[in-house]
Each structure stands twice: as C-alpha cells, then as structure tokens.
C-alpha cells in the first residue's frame, strides 16, 4: 500500500514555461516533506522541502505548496530549464517513525525541451 | 558536505554468484539505508540500520542480507543472485534521532545479473 504516490510517471515542458509535480500521501501523521532529484547514473539529491505548519516555501525557481487538507503537495519549477530534466521523487516523514525514516513517491520523469 | 560513496558504478554478475555492495558514509551518521531503483516502481527500500550491527527489514528484503559491523560502513549482500535483482541500488545515509534530515544519497551501483 503506496503512502506516498505520484500518479503522472512523466511530464513534458517546453523552456521557459512552468512545471508543476504532484505528489499525494495518505498518512495524516507525516508532518515534513522533501523532494529529491535525480539524473541518470547519480543518487538523488535533496532539492527543497517544507514543514506541515507552512503551506509554501520557495526557493529561487523551486516552489513547493502543501495542501494538508487534499494531503497533497506540488512542485512548481519556474522557468523550467533543460538541466532541470531529470526524474523528481517527493518523499515524507512521520515523527512516529522508530528513527529518521523517510517514504518515497514513486518518481516522475520531467522533460524540458528547448 | 556529506560523502556517501558507493564502491563499485556499475557490475555485471553471473546468476548463483554471491554479490557484495559496499557503502561508506565519512560524516559519522547512524542512520543508513539500502535502496533499489526501478522504472516505475520508484525507491523501494530494501534493508535499513540504526546503528552498528543493527539491521531493519524494509519492504522488499527477500533475496538480501546487509552487514553494518562499522558506523561508517553498510553493506549489501545478495546471497544467490539472480536475473530479477538486475536493478540500480542506492545507498544513503542520514543523522540520527526524530529530526527530519534527509537523507544523502550515494552515486549508485548499476548492477546486471546475466
């Protein structure tokens, strides 16, 4: 059973215009949430996250919004790049977790074409 | 920054053989974890560990083992390998405690069973 689930396995963007990845979850006790990008042949690597007190948080062209009540969170890139193809996986924590765990979504495949 | 170095890019093994991934962190974290990567099916965890000699089932551990006999090292052990554990396997590792750090992840190891 998917806690965390991106349902749109790829995206395609033109440059310059914006990208917007979903990510849904079903447990009310996660209260902090990443995302992760990845390249191919490399580890994923920690993009930007948000808390559960907050609804946004912004970082240069990263936007991520929480929505507690739809348990959803989007990932806005604005403009989008072609660097910025790669594949985005959100991930969520629960402080019930017996230590520092983190789930992950199932990733979604962002294409920017020039 | 934080190193997660995963000793081997990519490795091409012969079905039956036993197969050992080695993974080293330099930045003196408890948490460490064993991932694998495959299309569609996003990060499944595979084992994880708190601390030295402790080790966690994660959701797909059948076919695996682990051994974590130092803080700094995390290994991954197919016992028999078989064609089914062709995949991208990714080691991370974070703090410990109930703070939500993300996690670091390793380069990765591309691994082909034949």
């Known amino acids: 059973d998917q806690q965390v689930k991106q349902n749109s396995p790829s995206l395609s963007v033109q440059e310059g215009r914006i990208s917007i990845l979903n990510c849904d979850y079903t447990n009310s006790m996660f209260d902090y949430f990443l995302w992760y990008k990845k390249y191919p042949a490399e580890g994923p690597t920690f993009l930007i996250s948000?808390?559960?007190?907050?609804d946004k948080n912004e970082d240069g062209r990263f936007t991520v919004f929480l929505n507690k009540s739809a348990k959803h969170l989007s990932l806005h890139i604005v403009p989008s790049q072609p660097g910025d193809s790669a594949v985005y996986f959100c991930?969520?924590?629960?402080?019930?977790?017996?230590?520092?765990?983190?789930?992950f979504g199932g990733g979604t495949r962002l294409m920017v074409k020039p | 920054d934080v190193k997660v170095t995963q000793s081997s890019r990519y490795l091409v093994k012969r079905t039956g053989e036993k197969v050992f991934l080695e993974c080293v962190q330099d930045?003196?974290?408890?948490?460490m974890f064993w991932y694998r990567q495959d299309p569609g099916l996003g990060l499944r965890l595979i084992y994880f560990?708190?601390?030295?000699?402790?080790?966690e089932k994660g959701d797909i551990p059948e076919g695996y083992s682990v051994s974590r006999e130092k803080k700094e090292r995390f290994s991954l052990i197919l016992e028999s390998a078989s064609t089914n554990q062709t995949s991208m396997y990714l080691c991370a590792s974070s703090p410990g405690g109930r703070i939500p750090y993300g996690y670091t992840f390793g380069s990765g190891t591309r691994l082909t069973v034949v």
């Open positions: 930045m003196d974290h408890e948490n």
């Open positions: 560990s708190y601390d030295v000699k402790m080790k």
């Open positions: 991930a969520a924590f629960s402080p019930n977790n017996a230590g520092n765990m983190l789930t």
């Open positions: 948000i808390s559960s007190i907050k």
